[in-house]
């Protein structure tokens, strides 16, 4: 797969209405953008084709899901093995209390985004779920004060 896809100024444009909006109907995409609904659907359709849109998803608020206290666990895991990161990637993917794992380059393997109830959820999370895992050799806690996300995602321009 590419990693620059071919980007016109309306591929761009449809992206960032998308990005704002996912359920923005065709009808109005085209409207925004000056090109038929006919257009518009088949670019989109391209873009989801060439892999570049991957999906349309709902954001929650985890805080309304009874979660509103987030955390960065920094996992770092001996013997750093197939054998044993497969394992560990399925577990802390289905954990409830996971948003994201991050596989990384570092002192650390592992960024696991948590949301949990409250810091004694947090504190039974860490040592009865992940630091009873014998592959796991360090965790380290960060508290999420604050999440902003750039809801727009842009071609580089380096």
């Known amino acids: 797969m590419a990693h620059n896809a071919e980007l016109d100024a309306v591929d761009l444009a449809i992206l960032a ?7 923005l109907p065709n009808k109005d995409l085209a409207e925004r953008l000056g090109v038929a609904p006919s257009t518009a659907l088949e670019r989109v359709r391209s873009l989801r084709r060439r892999g570049v849109i991957t999906g349309f ?6 805080a309304r899901l009874g979660r509103p206290l987030q955390a960065l666990l920094a996992l770092r895991v001996r013997p750093h093995t197939s054998q044993l990161v497969d394992p560990l ?36 999370l860490v040592l009865e779920r992940f630091l009873i895992r014998p592959e796991i050799v360090h965790l380290h806690t960060t508290l999420v004060f604050k999440t902003e996300h750039q809801p727009v995602q842009r071609p580089s321009e380096l």
């Open 17 to 23: 209405e998308l990005q704002n909006d996912a359920r």
């Open 57 to 62: 998803r709902a954001s929650v608020d985890t």
């Open 89 to 124: 990637r399925a577990f802390v993917l289905n954990l409830p209390e996971t948003i994201t794992l991050f596989h990384v380059a570092g002192a650390e393997d592992f960024l696991v985004h948590v949301a949990v109830a409250d810091a004694d959820h947090l504190h039974r």
